[in-house]
């Protein structure tokens, strides 16, 4: 039990980014539902509503072990 409780902590704190916090970033690219994909870190981000070549503020909603979830902020 406390083995994977361990586990599941280092793993998350591989992540770059956490819940919460904002980045100025450029979108790079689309992902497949539309919402635009930057990186921060190499860290894959998906930010909704956003459009390649956007310069944008983004604010980060929750963090997978592998991707990030944002939203532009004003």
């Known amino acids: 039990m406390f083995g994977s409780n361990y586990g599941r902590d280092e793993r998350e ?9 904002e980045y100025d970033v450029k979108i790079e690219d689309l992902g497949r539902d539309g919402d635009g994909i930057t990186r921060i870190e190499g860290f894959v981000v998906f930010v909704s ?9 983004i604010r980060i909603n929750s963090v997978r072990r ?4 944002a939203e532009v902020v004003e």
Not at 49 to 57: F, P, Q, T, W, Y
Not at 66 to 69: E, L, R, S, T, V
């Open 13 to 21: 704190s591989n992540a770059p980014i956490n819940e919460g916090e």
């Open 49 to 57: 509503g956003a459009k390649v070549g956007d310069e944008v503020k």
């Open 66 to 69: 592998n991707f990030g979830f």
